[in-house]
């Protein structure tokens, strides 16, 4: 008997809580500057190279070449305006990992492993209001 009460019980929480939630008038729902949301796809990053320099990070903890497996990049190839060491001139559309997979495998994963810095969408693809 108790065990019926019990399942009867759960029964009717559920379904007052399924009626609130079907209830809900999302058309009445606002969004602050809804024009800026029009897009499904969020905006592209600005990264802070600056901020990712400052810690105790090393060039080629990001900047890479594999040859079987092991990053042989000198890190003297990194200047500033130098051709080739950004990351689209290699993740360009049609290679192996795209600039979309390589940011987002790169950039959540290191995020994660160091339990630091954004690791939501939306902390790092910032919507901005229209002008």
Same mark, same amino acid.
């Given at each position: 008997?108790?065990? #019926?009460?019990?399942?009867?019980?759960?029964?009717?929480?559920?379904?007052?809580?399924?009626?609130?939630?079907?209830?809900?008038?999302?058309?009445?729902?606002?969004?602050?500057?809804?024009?800026?949301?029009? #897009? #499904?796809?969020?905006?592209?990053?600005?990264?802070?190279?600056?901020?990712?320099? %400052?810690? $105790?990070?090393?060039?080629? $903890?990001?900047? +890479?070449?594999?040859?079987? &497996?092991?990053?042989?990049? $000198? @890190?003297?190839?990194?200047? @500033? &305006?130098?051709?080739?060491?950004?990351?689209? $001139?290699? +993740? @360009?559309? &049609?290679?192996?990992?795209?600039?979309?997979?390589?940011? +987002?495998?790169?950039?959540?994963?290191?995020?994660?492993? %160091?339990?630091?810095?954004? !690791?939501?969408? &939306? @902390?790092?693809?910032? !919507?901005?209001?229209?002008?």
């Amino acid at each position: 008997m108790k065990g #019926k009460f019990i399942t009867v019980a759960l029964g009717g929480f559920f379904v007052a809580v399924m009626i609130s939630v079907l209830s809900a008038q999302p058309e009445k729902i606002t969004l602050e500057n809804a024009g800026a949301y029009k #897009k #499904k796809q969020r905006p592209p990053v600005l990264f802070p190279h600056e901020v990712h320099m %400052a810690g $105790d990070m090393a060039c080629t $903890d990001c900047h +890479h070449r594999y040859t079987n &497996g092991k990053n042989i990049l $000198d @890190e003297s190839e990194l200047e @500033e &305006g130098r051709a080739g060491i950004r990351c689209r $001139d290699c +993740h @360009e559309t &049609g290679s192996r990992v795209n600039l979309r997979g390589a940011f +987002h495998r790169q950039c959540i994963g290191c995020h994660t492993k %160091a339990k630091k810095g954004p !690791r939501f969408c &939306g @902390e790092c693809h910032v !919507r901005t209001q229209p002008e």
